[in-house]
Antibody, heavy 121, light 109 residues
């Protein structure tokens, strides 16, 4: 069974940093592209970032480019999102998601339960 | 900046058919945007319904179907059930590794 468990969320002051982790199990992590998606309270889903299977290629939404860094450790089956220079508008539940696979990398096939990040003074 | 558009809300009677759409503020949606669709019940993580325009995700009933209708991607629910009442989001691939979600459609059954 595919499982994705996010951790590392919490309360942080504006301008601060936080690192989210997503522990993956139930599949061969190193074979799949991964995504981060966020959802502000009461709002819709927003794609944040993605990373290819070996970590050599990354992409970011304009709203986080230059502030967030996606990475992965295939030996630890873990996906990360380093978030720096946080702003109030980054407050959201952050979901990690596995790409569908089988050559389909742009769609998310499995989702974690999310980790809440609150940016406030 | 191109915006992905969805109907903010839609209503369907139980047993009825509804088609939700996913468009672009500028231009047409094609299979090259690899449209995908997600269902999200209140307080829950999203669930993947459709990817690559019309491929159902594992375990998704065949009353959910995806297509391109005119210049938009479409999600059709046939024989709507009470537990289909959820938010529905589409995603379009914009190239250069970038994906964009639509604003979502709140479906009432």
């Amino acid at each position: 069974e595919v499982q994705l468990v996010e951790s590392g969320g919490g309360l942080v002051q504006p301008g601060g940093s936080l690192r989210l982790s997503c522990a993956a199990s139930g599949f061969t992590f190193s074979r799949y592209w991964m995504h981060w998606v966020r959802q502000a309270p009461g709002k819709g889903l927003v794609w944040v970032s993605r990373i290819n299977s070996d970590g050599s290629s990354t992409s970011y939404a304009d709203s986080v480019k230059g502030r967030f860094t996606i990475s992965r450790d295939n030996a630890k089956n873990t996906l990360y999102l380093q978030m720096d220079s946080l702003r109030a508008e980054d407050t959201a539940v952050y979901y990690c998601a596995r790409a569908v696979g089988g050559g389909v990398v742009t769609a998310m096939g499995y989702w974690g339960q999310g980790s809440l990040v609150t940016v406030s003074s | 900046q191109t915006v992905v558009t969805q109907e903010p809300s839609f209503s369907v009677s139980p047993g009825g058919t509804v088609t939700l759409t996913c468009g672009l503020s500028s231009g047409s949606v094609s299979i090259s945007n690899y449209p995908s669709w997600y269902q999200q019940a209140p307080g829950q993580a999203p669930r993947t319904l459709i990817y690559s325009t019309n491929i159902r995700s594992s375990g998704v009933p065949d009353r959910f179907s995806g297509s391109i209708l005119g210049n938009k991607a479409a999600l059709t629910i046939t024989g709507a059930q009470a537990d289909d009442e959820s938010d529905y989001f589409c995603v379009l691939y914009m190239g250069r590794g970038i994906s964009v979600f639509g604003g979502g459609t709140k479906l009432t059954v």
